[in-house]
């Protein structure tokens, strides 16, 4: 039996148990976003801001801040010597691209609109803490999700921190509190005081840069796992004869294709399986289990593993969807150069037991009952055969016994549902992937609650 969705979230999963834990806003919804980054220092900034920039179709984006007045001499080589400069130039790449990038998706938005919302964020203006108040005071049901790329040394003081003291300071504690609770930060922490001293907490933050891994910060792993995942050849891909923003992207990083700020992002995207307010349900940029170090609040990190090809390990939780963030990436730098849609590969879009949606299919099931699944309905824009497979996510869900898909290929597949002795959650992700080149996935999450 099919069931709604925030039903089965308000009554099972343990983040809402939280106070001041939002519900997840329907899939359907775009996100709201503003990201602070210090262009100008590691180059690793401008790498994500050109993938950053090409799944600027995906969200609302509300604001760019670029914290840093000056850019480090010698590690940084942009001509750009500013961050709003180098903010700046990349935007103009993105507007070069712009008239073919819309060809392939429309939702792009127009490069005047990105560079009226970027603003400097340094500490000799307020800019940035204005445009922050603005978004976040909006007339607008959604939270604003926030993202700090990580403010390095040379950088502005943080611009949410700055408008965090403001407000506290303007409004006193109900309006710091009412503020607060319309953001969503998938962020390193800038906060100071405002993270774990000052109450309320953060109704959400998802930290994807930490807890160290083998004595280096998480996020380091991204380079590592992804890189080079499905073939992808940052030469061949990006740097040479796929437009000007991809010329843009910087190789004096310590690790190859660094991206240490992409994961930020990719947590947010639309993948159809991806679940924001949900961190630890998985998704392109990982698995994230509660802070420890932060008890009775929403507060995540990158500390889980998966169970993945035979052993358990935390890469798993990022190196089991490299080929298709990967992928997914080469065909949107694709983009930036094919004039006419038939001249680059697009994502499939799957359809999970006749709904064509992005929201997840909830069902209930009792021990003993069949549980079908199906994949019919699932297309290609671009006239490709597409592949159908489906995987038990069992980190995700409340069951932990075994559950045995009766096929892990094909349009249809089912289960027996398990004995339980209270409603339990089983996760089972839909993968279509096409036959293009490159070859490109899109997924739908059925989460099914058996109950005794």
Request: charged share 25%.
């Amino acid at each position: 039996m099919t069931i709604p969705c925030p039903l089965l979230l308000a009554g099972l999963l343990g983040v809402l148990s939280f106070p001041g834990a939002a519900m997840p806003a329907p899939a359907a919804e775009r996100l709201r976003l503003i990201v602070e980054t210090d262009a100008g220092g590691d180059p690793d900034d401008e790498q994500s801001l050109v993938r950053f920039l090409l799944y600027a179709s995906e969200w609302d984006i509300e604001g760019i801040i670029a914290n840093r007045a000056a850019a480090r001499p010698g590690e940084n080589r942009n001509v750009e010597r500013t961050g709003l400069g180098i903010v700046g130039r990349l935007l103009t790449a993105y507007g070069q691209c712009w008239t073919n990038l819309v060809r392939h998706d429309t939702n792009f938005p127009a490069p005047w609109l990105l560079r009226d919302r970027a603003v400097a964020g340094y500490n000799d203006t307020d800019a940035a803490v204005r445009l922050l108040m603005a978004a976040v005071d909006r007339q607008d049901p959604r939270p604003l999700w926030y993202s700090d790329w990580g403010t390095d040394h040379g950088a502005a003081t943080n611009n949410l921190r700055r408008a965090l003291d403001r407000v506290r300071l303007e409004r006193g504690p109900a309006g710091y509190a009412a503020f607060k609770s319309r953001l969503r930060l998938s962020s390193y922490d800038a906060f100071g005081a405002h993270t774990f001293e000052i109450s309320p907490a953060f109704p959400l933050w998802v930290n994807t840069f930490q807890p160290a891994f083998e004595g280096k910060r998480w996020y380091h792993r991204f380079s590592a796992l992804t890189s080079r995942a499905g073939g992808f050849d940052l030469v061949r891909d990006a740097l040479t004869g796929h437009g000007p923003l991809g010329a843009l992207y910087p190789t004096n990083t310590t690790h190859w294709a660094k991206e240490g700020d992409s994961m930020s992002f990719i947590h947010l995207l639309p993948t159809g399986m991806n679940a924001p307010e949900q961190p630890a349900w998985g998704g392109w940029a990982g698995r994230y289990g509660l802070n420890t170090n932060a008890p009775g609040r929403a507060y995540y990190w990158a500390c889980e593993a998966d169970a993945w090809q035979g052993a358990t390990h935390r890469d798993h939780t990022l190196a089991r969807w490299a080929e298709a963030l990967q992928n997914d990436f080469r065909a949107r730098l694709d983009w930036c150069v094919a004039d006419d849609f038939r001249k680059a590969n697009h994502r499939p879009r799957a359809a999970l037991n006749g709904d064509t949606g992005r929201e997840f299919v909830c069902l209930e099931a009792k021990p003993g009952e069949r549980v079908r699944l199906s994949a019919l309905g699932s297309r290609d824009p671009d006239g490709h055969r597409i592949r159908a497979r489906w995987t038990v996510y069992p980190e995700c869900g409340t069951f932990r016994g075994r559950v045995e898909l009766e096929t892990a290929e094909g349009e249809t597949t089912g289960f027996t549902a398990p004995e339980v002795r209270a409603p339990s959650t089983i996760h089972v992700i839909l993968e279509v992937a096409d036959e293009g080149s490159p070859r490109l996935f899109d997924y739908r999450r059925a989460i099914v609650t058996v109950k005794p």
